[in-house]
T-cell receptor, first 113, second 112 residues
């Protein structure tokens, strides 16, 4: 069975500071990994995905994530936070050949002016 | 954006009444999913479909049923709504490509 753990349900960073949102996964087979973002009163939008190609994945809005198999992690980073980054972020895992995603419980990111 | 719409977007109903939520897609994606989103729980899968008339249960399927008679439509029914089913419901679609999913705007359901 696959699972995802997001450390920190709430994260606050100052505008211009580094954003780091943590995601650890478990999977019995090589995983596909995703980060989604949800702005208030909207659906989820894909930020980036890891599909067993490059371990460093670049996404939209300046975000990137690195797949580390030895640490079973897929942390999301952005060098410099912007006010528009305030949202909830979800990490998700899928198994190759599977049909479903398993989501973490989400991390709400607040940007301090 | 995979061209996914959900209706209604907001609904208030009373305990014990039946409720049907509709998801409509225009992308001809094979897979369709229903999730509920609750604080502290993230998104939890209710039911999903892997083709017309082909559906399967998710992790929180009790009290819900689904139907898919056409590729583009996936209905979620609460046979007898309870207050514990107050939630935001999201529909998603997917292809065979890495299980990436595309989400609709959500339906906020309140059961009084």
């Amino acid at each position: 069975a696959q699972s995802v753990t997001q450390l920190g349900s709430h994260v606050s960073v100052s505008e211009g500071a580094l954003v780091l949102l943590r995601c650890n996964y478990s999977s019995s087979v090589p995983p596909y990994l995703f980060w989604y973002v949800q702005y208030p009163n909207q659906g989820l939008q894909l930020l980036l995905k890891y599909t067993s190609a490059a371990t460093l994945v670049k996404g939209i809005n300046g975000f990137e994530a690195e797949f580390k198999k030895s640490e079973t992690s897929f942390h999301l980073t952005k060098p410099s936070a912007h006010m528009s980054d305030a949202a909830e972020y979800f990490c998700a895992v899928s198994e190759a050949g599977g049909e479903k995603l398993t989501f973490g419980t989400g991390t709400r990111l607040t940007i301090i002016p | 954006d995979a061209g996914i719409t959900q209706s209604p977007r907001h609904k208030v109903t009373e305990t014990g009444t039946p409720v049907t939520l509709r998801c409509h897609q225009t992308e001809n994606h094979r897979y369709m999913y229903w999730y509920r989103q609750d604080p502290g729980h993230g998104l939890r899968l209710i039911h999903y479909s892997y083709g017309v008339k082909d559906t399967d249960k998710g992790e929180v399927s009790d009290g819900y049923s689904v139907s898919r008679s056409k590729t583009e439509d996936f209905l979620l029914t609460l046979e007898s709504a309870t207050s514990s089913q107050t939630s935001v419901y999201f529909c998603a679609t997917g292809t065979n490509s890495y299980n990436e999913q595309f989400f609709g705007p959500g339906t906020r359901l309140t059961v009084l």
